[in-house]
């Protein structure tokens, strides 16, 4: 492995640690190590890479901050598994330093982000769903439903719906997009502005949304999920409540 160009600070000064974490990373994709794998020990590395175990040790350390590997204290470090922590965590800490109702904002943004994704991902699941997918969906939105009409919320339900619905796509990302910003909306939903709650209305978006699936209209799933997100968006500025 050809090690690369040391990397400097602004100051001018080497960054081993951060060298070594770049030189790891290249012998994690030169290996094709897949999550899960073992990652060659720190004794390994050090020889491969020329530097010292302290060095090893804090790229490692470096490496687990950014996902990339999983240190297990007495099991050894592994290649990370896919992860949007660090994105969730930066959102929320960002949004929270960006000025005025920041909370607001971010959540407004990732409505922003969660409306195209959704409203293009749903029109393709709508053309592919088969009988075992409505059924787990009729499943949640039933749950959904019944919790309305006791008063009750249902955010696991809500998100379970979300998830399974994007699961014939085989795309990981789209689910881990999908968890990330439940997460970073259930963060900030405390300071958002409070309002009373709907359960009805909300669980009326997704029952129509599972319509327009079962008789495979994309288009109309497309304008279901839009309403739903314009809905939310109105529920975060607090003028309507939703989900």
């Known amino acids: 492995m050809t090690k690369g160009p040391a990397t400097t600070s602004s100051d001018g000064k080497r960054r081993p640690h951060y060298d070594a974490q770049e030189q790891i990373k290249d012998i994690l994709i030169e290996r094709r190590l897949e999550p899960g794998s073992l990652v060659p020990t720190e004794a390994e590395l050090m020889a491969e890479l020329g530097v010292s175990r302290t060095s090893v040790r804090e790229a490692l ?3 687990q901050a950014r996902g990339i590997v999983s240190i297990e204290h007495g099991r050894g470090t592994f290649v990370g598994r896919p992860t949007m922590d660090p994105l969730v965590d930066g959102l929320v800490f960002h ?8 909370d607001l904002a971010t959540a407004s943004e990732l409505v922003d982000v969660r409306e195209v994704l959704e409203t293009t991902l749903v029109q393709r699941v709508a053309l592919m769903a ?3 997918l409505i059924a787990r969906l009729e499943e949640s939105v039933s749950r959904m439903e019944a919790s309305a009409r006791s008063g009750a919320a249902f955010d696991e339900d809500d998100r379970r719906f979300h998830e399974q619905l994007y699961a014939p ?13 439940w997460d970073v909306l ?9 309002g009373l709650s709907d359960p009805a209305t909300d669980a009326h978006h997704h029952r129509v949304i599972l319509d327009r699936i079962k008789v495979r209209d994309a288009h109309g ?4 999920m839009r309403e739903h997100f314009r809905s939310t968006h109105l529920w975060i500025q607090g003028q309507l409540p939703s989900s």
């Not at 330093?97 to 920041?102: A, I, T, V």
């Not at 259930?186 to 409070?194: K, T």
């Open 186 to 194: 259930e963060a900030v939903r405390p300071q958002l502005p409070s």
């Open 95 to 102: 949004g929270r330093l960006s000025g005025h109702r920041p």
């Open 169 to 181: 796509l085989h795309n990981h990302l789209v689910i881990q997009l999908v968890r990330a910003f």
């Open 61 to 63: 350390k470096g490496l």
């Open 221 to 224: 799933a497309a304008d279901a």
């Open 130 to 132: 088969d009988e075992e």
